[in-house]
């Protein structure tokens, strides 16, 4: 049975009651506190990740592992999928991603099947490794599983992933902000569109 979010059952449930501070093992009550204390420990076990990147099958618990892995430190619901909202698609920033429950769950499961099935995109030239890579990025950034750390989780399964391919994915080629730009515009392009094509052409550009 797929756990989504332990003792939490609604999205009023995330915060600290009263606030709109995410409740956190760090007793952090403000916001801006609770930024600087996630940026700064999440920094830390992705560097970990970077250096000895967590076993496994490069399926849907692999995903959630690595997002647990990252945020263990600060949120109860670290590699939970989000508990809400069920009744719709949850919308953030005029973009759509997937309704929380089963249909979340049944999709995410489909796309690492779909995985597997295309090899983990092994033995590929490396322009269909790209086009081939886009799409499952897109398709699992619809799905968007978790509260928070979607993005970040992300990067290092792909990275990972990438990696076992036989390519190397460089995240540090997000330190150029008009680089990283482009990648979350192609990203919300391929959500919103089903076109994928410029995901690609931004991930030939971090990709070797």
């Given at each position: 049975?797929t756990?989504r979010?332990?003792?939490?059952?609604?999205w009023?449930?995330?915060?600290?009651?009263?606030?709109?501070?995410?409740?956190?093992?760090?007793?952090?009550?403000?916001?801006?506190q609770?930024?600087?204390?996630?940026?700064?420990l999440?920094?830390?076990?992705?560097?970990e990740?970077?250096?000895?990147?967590?076993p496994?099958?490069?399926?849907?618990?692999?995903?959630?592992?690595?997002?647990?892995?990252?945020?263990?430190?600060?949120?109860?619901?670290?590699?939970h999928?989000?508990?809400?909202?069920?009744?719709?698609?949850m919308t953030?920033?005029?973009?759509?991603?997937?309704?929380?429950?089963?249909?979340l769950?049944?999709?995410?499961e489909?796309?690492?099947?779909?995985?597997r099935q295309?090899?983990?995109?092994?033995?590929?030239?490396?322009?269909q490794?790209?086009?081939e890579?886009?799409?499952i990025?897109g398709?699992i950034?619809?799905?968007?599983?978790?509260?928070e750390g979607?993005?970040r989780?992300?990067?290092v399964?792909?990275?990972?992933l990438?990696?076992?391919?036989g390519?190397?994915?460089?995240?540090?080629?997000?330190?150029?902000?008009?680089l990283?730009?482009a990648?979350?515009?192609a990203?919300?392009?391929?959500?919103?569109?089903?076109?994928?094509?410029?995901?690609?052409?931004?991930?030939r550009?971090?990709?070797?």
């Amino acid at each position: 049975m797929t756990q989504r979010g332990g003792d939490i059952t609604s999205w009023d449930d995330y915060f600290i009651p009263g606030t709109t501070v995410l409740r956190n093992h760090l007793g952090i009550v403000d916001a801006h506190q609770l930024s600087r204390a996630e940026v700064s420990l999440t920094a830390l076990r992705l560097d970990e990740l970077n250096q000895a990147p967590l076993p496994g099958d490069f399926d849907y618990a692999h995903f959630k592992a690595i997002h647990r892995y990252i945020f263990q430190d600060i949120y109860e619901w670290a590699g939970h999928e989000r508990v809400a909202p069920t009744d719709r698609w949850m919308t953030k920033g005029g973009h759509a991603y997937y309704p929380a429950g089963d249909v979340l769950t049944e999709a995410a499961e489909r796309q690492f099947r779909r995985l597997r099935q295309k090899n983990l995109l092994r033995d590929l030239p490396f322009d269909q490794f790209v086009v081939e890579l886009a799409e499952i990025w897109g398709e699992i950034n619809v799905i968007h599983p978790f509260r928070e750390g979607n993005t970040r989780t992300q990067v290092v399964f792909f990275s990972h992933l990438t990696r076992n391919a036989g390519h190397e994915l460089q995240p540090a080629r997000f330190l150029d902000e008009s680089l990283r730009d482009a990648f979350i515009e192609a990203r919300f392009h391929s959500q919103d569109t089903g076109n994928n094509s410029r995901l690609a052409d931004v991930l030939r550009l971090i990709v070797r």
